[in-house]
């Protein structure tokens, strides 16, 4: 795709309007993008962004090449270093409810231990601790600002999947009669689903969680392994099952229908993540063998992304509009472009503040956040693209 981009400085920002003309009937789209600078480190990168602007992630940090702290970006504030547990080195944001919320995960002093963390502007970070190991780490949080994620257990070898909420702090959810499970996602009721080993044999299975029911098996589709990565508000799973023929494919579940094969747009498929009409997005093989992004609807099965002219793609996010973001190869494989993509009018490279590569890693209604990298790729800022007022 050809696009015309111009750079201009607004109260220390760089803001890059993209105009990404009309491409074999394609209509055209306008983004301005933002890069969020950093907490004084070469790096920084955006995990997810709330319908408000709020923008989190991690960023470098002055002084020290290795260290990473969380933050919080908006518009009126800017950077905002949400500091670790303790005192460790690192740490991370990685989601963020309309009331400003963060969840994340931070090293304690030592640089070993790792715990999950929900930070509030009235109380700052607040370690969610442990189910008796040395870490936890969080996957998901929900509106309510639940969180739900994996943590180890007394033996400092075997992990389980919890939810904490502020009333019950953090719950085992058990297993399928394994030893592991491992929670990918959750919906706003608390519903969580991951993966969970059985007895005897330790395969994995997709599980649902619900305080009415507990951990449930998902079963497969024919094969020993399946794995649910993500739930939408009235109970619909989207992940990935081995068949009988010991293929990867896409599956959605509900209660109705119980697993249903969602099909493939080449060879091995995986859904992760659905939306509120039960759109999923996730990745595929093509028959050449190379990775692309994919897209699922009821009406129209799997739907091959494409590139932006290399050879794969990723797929990262789906907006409840049907907007997917995400990741590409541009022709000859020479730079990793940001994409958005419609059924509508296909992928359009997101043009990048830098230069350089970029990636788009979380959508929120048309606030799309991720990296841009400077032209040699050595420095990279988290960035948020946003439609045009023009």
């Known amino acids: 795709m050809t696009s015309r981009a111009i750079g201009v400085t607004v109260a220390g920002l760089l803001v890059l309007a993209t105009a990404a003309k ?3 009937g394609r209509p055209a789209a306008l983004f301005v993008a933002i890069d969020l600078g950093s907490l004084g480190g070469n790096f920084s990168e955006a995990s997810a962004v709330n319908t408000k602007g709020l923008v989190v992630g991690r960023s470098g940090i ?7 702290h969380a933050f919080s970006w908006s518009q009126a504030r800017g950077m905002t270093d949400l500091g670790t547990l303790g005192g460790g080195s690192q740490s991370w944001a990685t989601a963020v409810t309309d ?10 002093p030592g640089g070993v231990v790792y715990h999950a963390f929900v930070w509030t502007r009235a109380n700052g970070a607040v370690d969610l601790g442990t189910l ?7 996957v998901a949080m929900n509106a309510k600002g639940a969180v739900a994620g994996y943590s180890y257990l007394a033996d400092n070898q075997t992990c389980h999947a919890f939810l904490w909420t502020d009333r019950h702090g953090m719950i085992d959810l058990g297993t399928l009669g394994g030893r592991f499970s491992q929670a990918y996602a959750m919906n706003d009721d608390g519903v969580v689903v991951g993966a969970s080993t059985v007895a005897p044999d330790d395969m994995s299975h997709a599980f649902m969680w619900t305080r009415e029911t507990g951990m449930v098996d998902l079963g497969t589709l024919g094969g020993y392994a399946s ?3 993500a739930v939408s508000d009235d109970r619909v799973v989207v992940g990935s099952s081995q068949t009988l023929t010991g293929e990867n494919h896409a599956f959605s579940w509900s209660r109705r229908s119980g697993m249903t094969d969602m099909g493939t747009a080449g060879l091995d498929s995986w859904a992760e993540k659905i939306n509120a009409s039960h759109e999923a997005i996730g990745q595929g093989y093509t028959p050449a063998g190379t990775r692309h992004g994919v897209a699922w609807t009821r009406k129209s099965g799997p739907i091959d992304l494409g590139t932006l002219g ?7 996010a789906v907006s409840d509009r049907g907007m997917v973001v995400g990741g ?13 993509w419609l059924a509508s009018s296909g992928m359009m490279a997101l043009e990048a503040p830098g230069g350089g590569s970029s990636q788009a890693t979380a959508i929120n209604g048309n ?3 991720g990296y841009s990298c400077g032209a040699d790729n050595s420095m990279c800022h988290a960035a948020l693209w946003r439609p045009s007022s023009r």
């Open 132 to 138: 008796g190991g040395f870490g936890s780490s969080p």
């Open 227 to 229: 794995w649910a990565h």
């Open 310 to 316: 290399g050879d794969s793609s990723y797929a990262s």
């Open 22 to 24: 009309s491409v074999a």
């Open 62 to 68: 002055a002084g020290d090449a290795a260290a990473y």
């Open 328 to 340: 590409s190869w541009t022709r000859g494989n020479a730079t990793w472009r940001a994409f958005a």
């Open 99 to 108: 009331d400003g919320a963060v969840a994340g995960y931070s090293y304690l």
């Open 367 to 369: 606030l799309i956040v």
